[in-house]
């Protein structure tokens, strides 16, 4: 017989039940919201999210935010237009290297060398890596003096070497599984922007809804290459290559070890990576459109012309925006460096890797695939050491423009190669309209590369 308890007991254990009782009908309301329609494809759709956010994401990096910044900055809303405009652009890409990787069961890098001559493969490598580890070094750059805006005691040199250290300890020693679940998840702080810029006050929602549907150029020197700029830092080669490998090593995740087993695709594996790459880029330009807008509100407004980093922006929106829109400003300069930098590091990798034929692959252990890694450590390292050289992080930004101008034109043309052979692709060859996207994209940016050249020598 269960032992009579006493009213005092009763009294004491009273709190107790009531929280039992809360939870375990807060579970079985939370249970029964899970298992509704809405929250089902919710929980869908999030699964089939992976390569395509990251790499959207991965673009609205540290670099990516400073450009932004100073088109709004120099030219109001007028520019607004560009986030829609790039946005099917990229996505085109983007589909056709996503779409290579999956029928192949190989990278970009590996594709190309299979089936074009090695010296054009090893040109682009090597202004691969170099574009990259000087975005690496602009971007870590900006990082550290953004966290210094938070915190202005802070020592530059400490949080650089710390940035560095986290972001190669967590593509080193991470698995992959781990590491691709980080930058998916690491993509929601990409949000700070929306918040930051929703929390200005009296926004002329007209206005820049009229800038962003109405295309205007005023065709100066200085908006062309500011236009061109734009193009190289939302339409980037290391997205191309990170792409295909992140595909790859999807496949490997599920079970498909061998090339042979990764060749071909379902009409359901093509299907879930065009939503999810097209939802990547969407994001990707939807956040490009509220940081144009956030500096157009405020820096324009208010005279202020000149932004050389993205700290500078958010250091610049304070007086104007308030110190709340400007802690998310800073903080997402932050967060998109941790999601970016290992983005730009570990597609240099597979690109030099798949080019000499090397072991590769996130889902390799340290000892398994040295050289891989190795170059990963190269990159960050020679990133991190260009921040004491005496390169500014405007010509470093420079600098990598270059290398993209000059590789991204040639890279996409491959690109639309690929995509295009029957024999290559079998069945899945791309369309008529991503192919004339990809040769409007081809010629877009060598038109692009060669003003930003031009620029280059005339500074």
Known sequence: MP??????????????????????????????????????????????????LTAGASDDDPAGIATYSQTGAQYGPQLLWLSGFTFPLMACVQEMCARIALVTGRGLAANIRSHYPRGILYTCTV??????????????????????????????????????????????????ARYAAYLKYLAFTLFAYFFSTIMIKDLDWQAIIFSGLSPSITFTKDQIIL????????????????????????????????????????DDEIKRMRIDVWSGMFFSNFIMFFIITACAATLYVNGVRDITTAADAAGALRPFAGDASYLLFALG????????????????????????????????????????????IISMAVGFFLNFVGISPMKALIYSAVANGLVAPIVLVLIVSLSSNKKIMGKWTSGRATKFCGRLIAVLMSLAGIATLVSFFIV
């Open 3 to 52: 032992r009579k308890k006493s009213i005092l007991e009763k009294v004491a254990e009273a709190p107790a039940v009531a929280l039992e009782k809360t939870v375990e009908a807060s579970g079985s309301a939370a249970r029964a919201i899970a298992n509704k329609k809405p929250m089902r494809e919710a929980r869908g759709y999030w699964r089939i999210l992976g390569p395509g």
């Open 127 to 176: 202004l691969l890596f170099a574009a990259n580890t000087f975005n690496i070094g602009a971007d870590l750059g900006a990082m550290a003096e953004s966290v210094r805006l938070i915190f202005p005691g802070a020592n530059f040199v400490m949080l650089l070497a710390f940035l560095e250290t986290v972001s190669l300890l967590l593509q080193v020693f991470s698995t992959y």
């Open 227 to 266: 236009i061109c700029a734009i193009l190289g830092t939302t339409i980037s080669p290391y997205l191309f290559f990170w792409q295909s490998s992140q595909e790859v090593e999807e496949e490997i995740l599920s079970g498909k070890q061998t090339v042979r087993a990764r060749r071909g695709a379902s």
């Open 333 to 376: 300069i932050v967060s998109t460096g941790l999601l970016a930098v290992p983005v730009l590091a570990g597609s240099a990798s597979y690109a030099v890797a798949e080019t000499f034929g090397w072991k590769n692959g996130l889902y390799h252990k340290l000892r398994n695939a040295q050289a891989f890694y190795g170059v990963l």
